[in-house]
């Protein structure tokens, strides 16, 4: 099971980052039922800073109330879904220009080499599950390294809220999100794109070619969501 939190001052800090934790990686489902006493349990404290806790995700839409006061786990629908895909496409598209503006040179360089290392796992031919959360992985890891290239916590405070329901979807409909081999390729030239622009401290191209590139990602995701939301014919 999960480490019991340790007593301090944070308590209520530490159960907000396990739940937030568990609600973004999907632990806990979109539309699961919580309880205070429930999660108190889970995470070893008592039921005050659980509540604190879940006060702070209501805040951030990660949680929900009904009008008996029953506590869920959001769960966003797909026109929720769309107006949050916008948010990040902003979003990640002014950290782009920041990490352009004020990204060290080592970071560039780390970002650079993440999308070399996305491109050598693409190039290879053995395509499935453990691959694909690889390659997941390391795009999340490049969207990642901008964010901080940026400087600004704000900004990756916010694009973490914005995103909090992404992980889990795009684990579950990732391969099905690429419809052939070029799609993927296409998305990987995007990541070269702001790559460069943020090499060359241009950051107009790097912001322009991040909100590209979110917004496709996303319209491609939210196609599917769609499709398997609908009823079938």
Same mark, same amino acid.
């Given at each position: 099971? @999960? ?23 999907? #632990? ?7 309880? +205070? ?13 659980? @509540? !604190? ?5 209501? &805040?951030?839409? %990660?949680?929900? @109330? ?21 948010? +990040? ?9 920041? *990490? *352009? /503006? ?16 996305? +491109? ?9 599950? #453990?691959?694909?959360? !690889? ?18 916590? #704000? %900004?990756?405070?916010?694009?973490? #809220? ?8 795009? %684990?579950?409909?990732?391969? /099905?999100? &690429? ?6 390729? @296409? ?19 790097? +912001?322009?070619?991040?909100?590209? &590139? ?20």
């Amino acid at each position: 099971g @999960r480490p019991k939190l340790t007593t301090g001052p944070t308590l209520s800090d530490q159960a907000y980052k396990a739940l937030r934790e568990d609600i973004t990686t999907g #632990t806990l489902q979109p539309g699961q039922r919580l309880t +205070e006493r429930g999660l108190a349990e889970h995470l070893g404290v008592s039921p005050t800073p659980v @509540r !604190e806790a879940l006060q702070r995700l209501e &805040h951030e839409r %990660l949680i929900e @109330r009904d009008a008996v006061r029953a506590i869920r786990v959001a769960d966003p629908s797909v026109a929720k879904l769309r107006e949050l895909s916008l948010i +990040e496409a902003a979003l990640r598209g002014v950290a782009a220009r920041l *990490a *352009a /503006e004020r990204a060290t040179a080592a970071e560039v360089a780390a970002i650079v080499a993440a999308c070399d290392r996305a +491109e050598a796992l693409a190039d290879n031919d053995d395509w499935d599950e #453990t691959r694909v959360r !690889e390659l997941l992985e390391v795009t999340r890891g490049f969207h990642r390294l901008i964010d901080e290239a940026a400087h600004t916590q #704000t %900004l990756i405070d916010m694009i973490s #809220t914005a995103t909090a329901f992404d992980w889990a979807f795009r %684990l579950k409909w990732s391969v /099905e999100s &690429h419809q052939d081999a070029a799609s993927l390729q @296409r998305s990987l030239e995007q990541h070269r794109r702001v790559a460069a622009a943020i090499e060359a401290r241009d950051g107009a191209a790097a +912001e322009e070619a991040m909100r590209h &590139h979110t917004g496709s990602r996303a319209e491609a995701y939210l196609a599917i969501a769609a499709g398997t939301t609908r009823p079938a014919h």
